[in-house]
């Protein structure tokens, strides 16, 4: 069994996801998750009055 979860971000978050190939794109994902943690969220809740980015 795997788990998924979800979590929003925003346009410029899912361009720099993206980036200009998919290699390296898990790793972005990855770092990603951790600066979202990082600023006090650890649970990756989406928060829907997010004004800032985190790329």
């Not at 720099?16 to 770092?31: I, T, V």
């Amino acid at each position: 069994m795997d788990f998924v979860q979800l979590v929003g971000i925003t346009q410029p978050e899912l361009d720099w996801l993206a980036g200009e190939s998919p290699e390296g794109s898990e790793d972005r994902a990855r770092e990603l998750a951790r600066r979202i943690a990082a600023d006090g969220n650890p649970h990756l809740v989406t928060d829907l009055t997010r004004a800032r980015d985190y790329v």
